[in-house]
């Protein structure tokens, strides 16, 4: 079994963040090359062959990596995802597939710019905001149309 590190850009936007702790590097990598939200010992899974073998190693990485604002944490999943913006942001959108998995994060401006005021209004000190969308990705969805007709 080959397990390539992607140190090639697949025409993503992933460029690993600067400033990261060793084990951070590696938590990191592993996610930006999963396709799919993983699970904290589903990373562990991956980086057994790396030497990482505590799971407090991977948890803490994890922790690190969140509080700097590079993953996300998809509480309905129970899994963790790259940021795909620059820079930590509270408000956080996710597209999640339930047919297939996939996640996508969505740009959050638009998402911020309703929730912050109506925040803001209540005086309430606002630390994350995190939405998980669910249904199914255009492909799903095409899938399920067709078997319909
Ligand atoms: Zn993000
Ligand atoms: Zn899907």
Avoid at 38 to 64: C, F, S
Avoid at 104 to 120: F, G, S
Wanted: hydrophobic share 40%.
């Amino acid at each position: 079994m080959t397990n390539h590190t992607h140190d090639h850009d697949e025409g993503g936007s992933r460029k690993r963040p600067a400033g990261l702790l060793k084990n951070e590097k590696l938590v990191w990598d592993v996610l930006a090359a999963s396709r799919d939200p993983l699970k904290a010992y589903e990373i562990l899974d991956r980086l057994k062959e790396r030497g990482v073998r505590a799971p407090m190693t991977v948890y803490r990485a994890l922790d690190g990596l969140e509080a700097k604002g590079h993953i996300h944490k998809l509480d309905g999943l129970n899994a963790f995802v790259v940021c795909n913006h620059e820079g930590p942001h509270v408000v956080q959108a996710f597209l999640v597939c339930e047919t297939c998995s996939t996640v996508k994060e969505l740009e959050v401006i638009a998402v911020e710019a309703d929730i912050a005021p109506a925040v803001r209004a209540a005086a309430f000190d606002m630390h994350t905001a995190r939405l998980e969308i669910k249904g199914n990705c255009s492909a799903c969805a095409s899938i399920t149309k067709a078997n319909v007709a």
